[in-house]
T-cell receptor
């Protein structure tokens, strides 16, 4: 059982390029999340999805888009990457949205935008 | 806006010592509080979740307490081991329970 997988593990990207970070979970969790982690700022929520077919904006959504076509996958797209999007990106999931459900995290994608 | 603070930012202790990590938050209207562990270059591992109606949770050598009214939580680690060395993050859940606000973590080093 893999839990949550993310791809790629790391990526160096030229500014202005489009990039999609992939996230897949095999726990049949309804809710999924994308966070970015920056030194001194901690983890901040980018977008979330309470269930397949729905998405919502988190604390720092600008420059990012997500889709949730099915339960297992929650890709994060940077339409035109900028250097300020250099960060470590974590995908997470929980059994259901809200309430007292633990969030489980993937291993992360380290993205560098030059 | 919810703000989460963790003190100290870094801590170094000898093996075997009991220690306490602190977490404070500004808005007491939370659903729960989670403690995570993060090893260098890795993802987050959930350690404990305390519901807003609970006062504490225990798992092995770990005990987490929650005082919602004062906006504080502590993570107690008993008989620390070198394998406990990691960054410990606390996060509070708001917005229906699925929006986590994280602290910036306490980096713990347990020395032989």
């Amino acid at each position: 059982i893999a839990g949550i997988t993310q791809a790629p593990t790391s990526q160096i990207l030229a500014a202005g390029r489009r990039m999609t970070l992939r996230c897949t979970q095999d726990m049949r969790h309804n809710a999924m999340y994308w966070y970015r982690q920056d030194l001194g700022l901690g983890l901040r929520l980018i977008h979330y999805s309470n269930t397949a077919g729905t998405t919502g904006k988190g604390e720092v959504p600008d420059g990012y888009s997500v889709s949730r076509a099915n339960t297992d996958d929650f890709p994060l797209t940077l339409a035109s990457a900028v250097p300020s999007q250099t960060s470590v990106y974590f995908c997470a999931s929980s059994a259901v949205a809200g309430g007292n459900n633990e969030q489980f995290f993937g291993p992360g994608t380290r993205l560098t935008v030059l | 806006k919810q703000e989460v603070t963790q003190i100290p930012a870094a801590l170094s202790v000898p093996e075997g010592e009991n220690l306490v990590l602190n977490c404070s938050f500004t808005d007491s209207a939370i659903y729960n509080l989670q403690w995570f562990r993060q090893d260098p270059g890795k993802g987050l591992t959930s350690l404990l979740l305390i519901q807003s109606s609970q006062r504490e949770q225990t798992s092995g050598r770990l005990n987490a307490s929650l005082d919602k009214s004062s906006g504080r939580s502590t993570l107690y680690i008993a008989a620390s081991q070198p394998g406990d060395s990691a960054t410990y993050l606390c996060a509070v859940a708001t917005g229906g329970g699925n929006k986590l606000t994280f602290g910036t973590g306490t980096q713990l080093k347990v020395e032989l």
